[in-house]
């Protein structure tokens, strides 16, 4: 059993930056790919990007990319979302996510029903 706690979630003005933490517990860090979902009110969760075991090769979503940012040490067991120029459609909850098999594979890492384990989210809110 693996567990997930977010945390550095808040307001934040566009055009700024913001990084945004996932410490895991209970589990072989290393050997997982980790991957960053957000979901906004009334909208389905979606995908901001995957990092694997290993390499640390990342994908990202065509929405966030070259504008997020995604992470890890292993040695502190965390994942990190770097976000840079926040957009107001960015505000959602985050959330970190844990794939035992380790790759992220670009046909199936924005499949949520792949990953096992899910931290409780944090909140990022983008307004000036």
């Known amino acids: 059993q693996v567990q997930l706690v977010e945390s550095g979630g808040g307001l934040v003005q566009p055009g700024s930056s913001l990084r945004i933490s996932c410490v895991a517990s209970?589990?072989?860090?290393?050997?997982?790919?980790m991957a960053w979902f957000r979901q906004a009110p009334g909208k389905k969760r979606e995908v901001m990007g995957c990092?694997?075991?290993?390499?640390?090769?990342?994908l990202y979503a065509d929405s966030v990319k070259g504008r997020f940012k995604i992470f890890r040490d292993n040695a502190k067991s965390t994942v990190y979302l770097q976000m840079d120029s926040p957009k107001p459609g960015d505000t959602a909850v985050y959330f970190c996510?844990?794939?035992?098999?380790?790759?992220?594979?670009?046909?199936?890492?924005?499949?949520?029903?792949?990953?096992?384990?899910w931290g409780q989210g944090t909140t990022v809110t983008v307004s000036a």
């Open positions: 996510a844990v794939d035992s098999m380790g790759r992220c594979y670009r046909t199936a890492y924005y499949y949520t029903e792949r990953y096992e384990w």
């Open positions: 209970g589990g072989t860090f290393e050997h997982y790919a």
């Open positions: 990092i694997s075991k290993g390499d640390s090769s990342t």
